[in-house]
């Protein structure tokens, strides 16, 4: 059976409503991991160079990273349930396709799932969230233009990827070893669009240090 990890967080106030439907379960595999083993850390203010320096740490592309505009869309974000880190799919009609078979299967189902690309394509949609409705938020951590991509253009799959700089070694374990297989899928021919949505706090918010949730 699938586990997952239940962070123990200290809320601010006026988050108290979300964090429990957001932050309180990382969805991190399907064995519990510890907090220290993985590097995990409360929360910093981030910078555009922060993160992209992180992610060159792993040689990755850095064209592809984006980030919410403001507190307010994050913390809405965060009421809906995103889940960190974790992808969701989208086939060739940019319609949400869920790896998830059961309520239980947790992100470790991400990787073999990618490896069945050329049936994930041609999946009905598993709810009515559109590409063109996940992304509505996005902005480019380079430009801060939204993100616009060509919806008349047709991929074999559209790949959002969640994840956020504090999240230490889980983003190595999970979020960059998926961008490795979609790499191999490009390599072989697969025409995927990827994104990697980072959820960190940012240095123009404006936002303070006591407003920012704690999981340690």
């Avoid at 555009?48 to 740490?57: A, D, L, M, Q, Y």
């Avoid at 983003?171 to 790499?183: C, L, R, T």
Wanted: glycine share 2%; net charge positive.
């Amino acid at each position: 059976m699938a586990s997952i990890i239940f962070l123990k967080i200290k809320p601010v106030p006026e988050m108290k409503t979300y964090l429990p439907l957001f932050w309180a379960v990382l969805l991190v595999g399907c064995k519990a991991m510890m907090l220290n083993k993985e590097q995990i850390t409360n929360p910093k203010i981030e910078s555009r160079n922060s993160i992209v320096e992180f992610v060159k740490k792993f040689d990755l592309d850095t064209t592809n990273i984006y980030i919410l505009p403001d507190t307010a869309i994050f913390n809405r974000h965060l009421k809906n349930g995103v889940a960190v880190p974790n992808a969701y799919f989208f086939n060739r009609n940019n319609e949400f396709i869920s790896y998830q078979k059961t309520a239980q299967d947790c992100n470790a189902h991400i990787g073999p799932f990618l490896t069945s690309i050329d049936s994930i394509s041609n999946l009905k949609a598993s709810s009515s969230l559109t590409l063109q409705k996940f992304v509505a938020d996005f902005i480019s951590i380079d430009s801060h233009q939204k993100i616009a991509p060509d919806y008349a253009e047709k991929y074999d799959i559209t790949i959002v990827v969640t994840s956020a700089k504090y999240l230490g070694m889980l983003n190595k374990e999970k979020v960059f070893e998926w961008e490795e297989i979609v790499n191999k899928l490009r390599a072989s021919g697969h025409k995927i669009r990827y994104y990697k949505l980072f959820y960190d706090y940012m240095d123009f918010w404006g936002v303070k240090k006591d407003d920012m949730f704690k999981i340690r």
